[in-house]
């Protein structure tokens, strides 16, 4: 598909090619949709084969935050960026100082955090050149690691969804089956122990799982079985694609509740299949809401408690999901897609209606002047 026609194809409002020879900085800054507030989303490095993979990561991923803020309910619209290089080798101050003039080109339009490649200290340099950047440390007046939040947002949005499905949203005695022992993972175990859920936990690293062993009590299971095991709730917390082909057949599961992105190989094929298996599965990018419900906290000077607070919303956007799910019968993914999609017009009507009033008033002392 030719370069505009992708752009068009899911009316990208703005799409920035950077780059400058002297840094090797090569990046776009993709923004989706800014009808609910400025762009927000992280700045993803990676070493892409091609400009045209990168754009066309650049331009999924950006659209996916326009969704995911819009149901997170939050101020904010689509945008993320890429920078091709390699983590690992590639990053220089040069490189993020000069990406920061980048984003601070475009004036508040996109704000930039880190994502998959770029950390704390990358955002640190971008904010020397601009100070359209979240996710910075709390040293410096950010809101540091957002997994605690994340993980708050996938506890209560878990609830919901027991709720709907056990008739009441305790998860005592419910045997939760946890895909990865990383930092939402822990801090997930932690609401689940106190709430006396039965844990079992994996990782590929065996450090890792014995942490959360030693923590809450849970039990260890083989990383390789996680899928076929007798649990109530899945919890996926590590990587993207475990809802698929192969996997499906295995699950005895109920819920799928965690806080991965993109858990669905194919977003609509899978929500079908597990919508008439009768899996009952929260949609990823509203469940793990927290971590941009964190970094939009700075906005207003952060504080964790607001934040968690906020989080705990994400518990009756599920149900919202799911009485819309049951009303048109159709997938959660899809309902969570007409949630934000139903947002991003009122709230768009709700602006466009205002800015006429203005326009129509300023005009009222008018005269004019020729006939
Ligand atoms: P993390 O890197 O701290 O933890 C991920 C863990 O998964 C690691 O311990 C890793 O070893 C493990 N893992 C990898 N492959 C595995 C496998 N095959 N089986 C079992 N475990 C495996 O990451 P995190 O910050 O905890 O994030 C977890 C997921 O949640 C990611 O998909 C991330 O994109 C998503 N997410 C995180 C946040 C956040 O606030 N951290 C916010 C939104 C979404």
Redesign the pocket.
């Known amino acids: 598909m030719d370069t505009f026609e992708l752009i068009e194809k899911n009316d990208h409002e703005q799409v920035v090619f950077c780059s400058n020879k002297l840094v090797g900085l090569q990046a776009i800054i993709a923004i989706h949709d800014t009808s609910l507030g400025p762009a927000l989303g992280g700045t993803r490095m990676w070493t892409y084969k091609s400009s045209d993979e990168a754009l066309k990561d650049v331009l999924r991923l950006s659209r996916g935050m326009t969704y995911k803020a819009s149901v997170a309910g939050l101020n904010l619209g689509g945008g993320k960026a890429v920078i091709i290089g390699d983590p690992n080798k590639d990053k220089t101050e040069d490189l993020f100082r000069f990406f920061g003039r980048f984003v601070e080109g475009l004036a508040g339009r996109y704000i930039t955090a880190e994502d998959?490649g770029t950390d704390v200290e990358d955002m640190e340099f971008v904010r020397m050149e601009t100070k359209y950047v979240t996710g910075i440390s709390r040293a410096l007046g950010g809101s540091g690691?957002?997994?605690p939040?994340?993980a708050y947002g996938v506890y209560v949005g878990m609830k919901a969804c027991a709720q709907e499905l056990f008739g009441n949203d305790s998860l005592e005695g419910k045997k939760i089956a946890v895909?990865?022992?990383?930092?939402?993972?822990?801090y997930l175990c932690d609401h689940l122990a106190k709430e006396n859920a039965e844990i079992l936990v994996?990782?590929?690293?065996e450090d890792?799982v014995k942490a959360i062993v030693d923590a809450t009590g849970a039990k260890a299971i083989d990383?390789e079985k996680?899928y076929e095991v007798d649990a109530d709730i899945f919890a996926p917390?590590?990587?993207?694609g475990i809802v698929n082909d192969d996997t499906i057949p295995k699950f005895k599961f109920k819920i799928i509740a965690g806080?991965?992105?993109n858990q669905l190989l194919d977003e609509h094929k899978h929500a079908e299949v597990l919508l008439k298996e009768g899996i009952l599965y929260a949609p990823d990018y509203a469940i793990?809401a927290?971590?941009?419900i964190?970094v939009s906290n700075e906005f207003e000077g952060y504080n964790q408690e607001r934040a968690l607070r906020q989080a705990e919303t994400i518990y009756q956007r599920i149900q919202q999901i799911i009485t819309i799910s049951k009303e048109r019968n159709i997938t959660t993914h899809d309902a969570a897609s007409r949630l934000a999609e139903d947002r991003i017009r009122s709230i768009s009507q709700v602006k466009q209606i205002y800015s006429g009033v203005s326009n129509f008033s300023g005009r009222l002392g008018e005269t004019a002047t020729r006939r």
């Open positions: 998959v690691d957002p997994s939040v994340t895909q990865g022992a990383g930092s939402v993972a822990r994996c990782d590929i690293y890792k990383h996680i917390c590590a990587l993207g806080g991965a992105n793990n927290g971590g941009l964190n």
